[in-house]
């Protein structure tokens, strides 16, 4: 039974992540990076592997309120605004989803507190969702989208500089910033 649970689980994931990326096909596969990139995080954070899952699985859904926000509105900012809080009102009532609801609710806060829905600062932002602002800021910066151009590896690492303390959680920054060079040179 334990694993038909985890199948169904990672195989209903997969179906999500398809819909996220068909609503976003200018972001296609962006969803899956992010993850891969909050992993390198928390692999070097030493967490259980049960909190490299539940942060594997956040960062994978973390955009998954766009599939309630009709394409027409995508450019309308007061709607994009919300797709964190109507992602986590889908995934709340599914229990095996329940504990990355918050992480998916707050990935848009900034470490100053100028961030979105709540405006939480610091260390009053879940760990899962630092760590995901972290990785959705690299991968954007990085990735050909119709609307931009991807900035360079090394120009994105500054850009995570600068804004480690404002939009970013410092600490979190440095310990991006030593794995994912080391892995990028690899």
Same mark, same amino acid.
């Given at each position: 039974?334990?694993?038909?649970?985890? $199948?169904?689980?990672?195989?209903?994931?997969?179906?999500?992540?398809?819909?996220?990326?068909?609503?976003?096909?200018?972001?296609?596969?962006?969803?899956?990076?992010?993850?891969?990139? %909050? $992993?390198?995080?928390?692999?070097?954070? $030493?967490? %259980?592997?049960?909190?490299?899952?539940?942060?594997?699985? !956040?960062?994978?859904?973390?955009? +998954?309120?766009?599939?309630?926000?009709?394409? %027409?509105?995508?450019?309308?900012?007061?709607?994009?605004?919300?797709?964190?809080?109507?992602?986590?009102?889908?995934?709340?009532?599914?229990?095996?989803?329940?504990?990355?609801?918050?992480?998916?609710?707050?990935?848009?806060?900034?470490?100053?507190?100028?961030?979105?829905?709540?405006?939480?600062?610091?260390?009053?932002?879940?760990?899962? !969702?630092? +760590?995901?602002?972290?990785?959705? !800021?690299?991968?954007?910066?990085? %990735? !050909?989208?119709?609307?931009?151009?991807?900035?360079?590896?090394?120009?994105?690492?500054?850009?995570?500089?600068?804004?480690?303390?404002?939009?970013?959680?410092?600490?979190?920054?440095?310990?991006?910033?030593?794995?994912?060079?080391?892995?990028?040179?690899?």
């Amino acid at each position: 039974f334990i694993e038909d649970q985890k $199948n169904y689980e990672i195989h209903l994931t997969e179906i999500l992540l398809e819909a996220i990326d068909s609503q976003l096909s200018d972001k296609r596969g962006h969803s899956k990076r992010v993850a891969q990139y %909050s $992993n390198i995080i928390a692999k070097a954070l $030493n967490m %259980s592997e049960d909190a490299q899952k539940k942060f594997y699985f !956040a960062a994978l859904l973390h955009d +998954i309120g766009f599939l309630k926000i009709h394409s %027409s509105d995508f450019f309308n900012k007061a709607e994009l605004m919300q797709h964190p809080v109507v992602g986590y009102e889908m995934i709340k009532p599914i229990n095996f989803y329940a504990d990355i609801a918050p992480i998916i609710l707050h990935h848009h806060e900034r470490y100053d507190g100028h961030g979105y829905p709540a405006r939480l600062k610091g260390d009053e932002i879940p760990l899962g !969702a630092r +760590i995901i602002s972290i990785a959705e !800021a690299f991968d954007v910066m990085t %990735s !050909a989208m119709s609307y931009k151009i991807p900035v360079r590896f090394e120009d994105a690492l500054d850009e995570l500089r600068q804004n480690a303390g404002t939009q970013f959680d410092p600490d979190l920054v440095k310990i991006f910033l030593e794995n994912i060079t080391h892995k990028h040179t690899q």
